[in-house]
Structure formats: C-alpha cells, structure tokens
C-alpha cells in the first residue's frame, strides 16, 4: 500500500446562503512514510480536506480511499472501527477523559482497540513532549497546553499508519512544539503517514512537503519546504486571495 491516503476529484459543498464549495475537485495521495503539512489561507479549505481525508465528512462528490479502504458507503460503525485500528488524530480541542490520569488517557485508544499498549514507548513519548513527571495527573490539573500535550502523546502511542494533526503545536512553546515535530517525523521515517494542518512556516519545515491550497484547490506540492520560502508563498498566496469571511468559517 504506497499511498495509505488517497483523494480522487474530492468535492465538498455546504448548503446554505447562497452556498460554500469547501473543496473543489481535489486529487491528491499521501504516500507512506511520508510527512505532508497542509497549508493555505484562512478559508482554503485545509481542516475540510483533513476531516474528508479522514472519514470525519462525507464528499459531496469524488472518492476517498483510506488504508486501502474506499470509504464511500460505510456507516459510522465500520468508519469507527477502521479509524480505531489505523488512524491517529490531534485536533485542536483536546477530547481528554477528565476522569482518567495523563497515562490512561495516552493507552486509552490501544485498549479500545483490543491491543495491550506498548509501556516503553507510550513512556517516550510522554517524556517527550514534557510530561513524564506528570503521568498521574487529570486532565483539570493541567494548563491548556499541558492537555494539548497529552492528546499529542495519545496519538502518537498508538503508532497508527495515518496520523492527522490539526494545528498540533499551535497552543505549545516553542521547545516542546521542536519536539512533537521531532516526533511526527519520525513516524514518518518509520513507515507510518502524517498529514498536519498548520498556519506556521516552521512547523512546516519539518514536513517532507507543503501542499498549498487555495479556494479548496491545490495550487502547488513543494517538497522540502524551507521556512522562509513557506512563508513567501503564503503571502503570495494571501495577497492574491479575497477576504471572504462567511466562505472563511464554512472552509477551515
């Protein structure tokens, strides 16, 4: 399986006032062992593809093929339990269990799935993004970006073929955010696919390549994406994007 993530002519509309095309005939595959940052304007499009890519939002119209799985036509009970046997997620709310320590809340995802989790690295990972003196901790003993560390642990215990990350180092400081990005690239170095929402040309740095988004279509693929020359695009990008803040809201 070259590409655990693969999109075919993908569009997604919103009703409403006058309508919102969030996405626009978008092909595109993730291929394994690869890091890919999505980036683009606010309103592009980028959190629309993520959720697609992901089983999270239906289609309007194309295809969407998820560890070999076409996800056309399957209930929420099967798109569930395929999302629980390969795919990880850190999204910007934090979906911690407020009664379960900073442990249990990582090795939650693993015994769901039936799987005894992997002590050693489920401890690694909780080093490394600053919580190994923090492990028996809940949820509301901890800072926002505490609990935004915590659910990056979670997804990355779990060691899956896909994570999709949604602004994953937005709430951190800048040591630990090195260090989560540190993480996902090795994940990728180790076979599995990472697909990351970002609005930061360094955390985009990190990644293989940049897909650019523009009006929910793909505008360019840069591979080894340079924080400077990121950024460059996206003001480019920006400057030649009208504000719409209703498509805004409706496209992120």
């Known amino acids: 399986m070259n590409s655990p993530v693969q999109l075919r002519d993908v569009a997604k509309r919103y009703s409403g006032a006058g309508g919102v095309t969030a996405l626009a005939g978008v092909t595109v595959d993730f291929p394994k062992g690869s890091f890919t940052a999505v980036m683009g304007p606010s309103g592009s499009g980028k959190s629309t593809l ?3 890519a992901a089983g999270l939002d239906e289609p309007s119209s194309g295809t969407v093929t998820l560890v070999g799985v076409p996800l056309a036509g399957k209930d929420e009970t099967a798109l569930t339990r395929l999302r629980r046997e390969h795919v990880a997620f850190v ?17 939650l995802p693993a015994r769901l799935a039936g799987h005894r989790p992997d002590r050693d690295w489920t401890r690694q990972v909780i080093e490394r993004v600053g919580l190994g003196d923090r492990v028996r901790h809940r949820p509301g003993q901890l800072s926002g970006g ?5 659910a990056i642990a979670r997804a990355l215990a779990t060691r899956a073929a896909v994570t999709f990350a949604d602004e994953p180092t937005g ?4 040591a630990t955010a090195r260090e989560v990005l540190l993480l996902l690239q090795q994940l990728a170095h180790a076979g ?9 040309p360094v955390a985009a ?5 940049a897909l650019f988004l523009v009006d929910g ?4 693929l840069l591979p080894n994406p340079a924080a400077d020359v990121v950024a460059d695009r996206l003001a480019g990008l920006a400057q030649r994007t009208p504000s719409r803040a209703a498509d805004s809201e409706a496209r992120r």
């Open 205 to 209: 740095s990190y990644a293989d390549n």
């Open 217 to 220: 279509q793909i505008v360019e």
């Open 91 to 107: 999204f910007q709310s934090y979906n911690l269990m407020p009664a379960l320590t900073v442990w249990q809340n990582v090795t």
């Open 146 to 150: 505490q609990q935004q560390r915590v």
């Open 50 to 52: 993520l959720h697609c």
């Open 171 to 174: 709430a951190l400081d800048t």
């Open 192 to 200: 599995q696919t990472v697909v990351m929402v970002t609005h930061d």
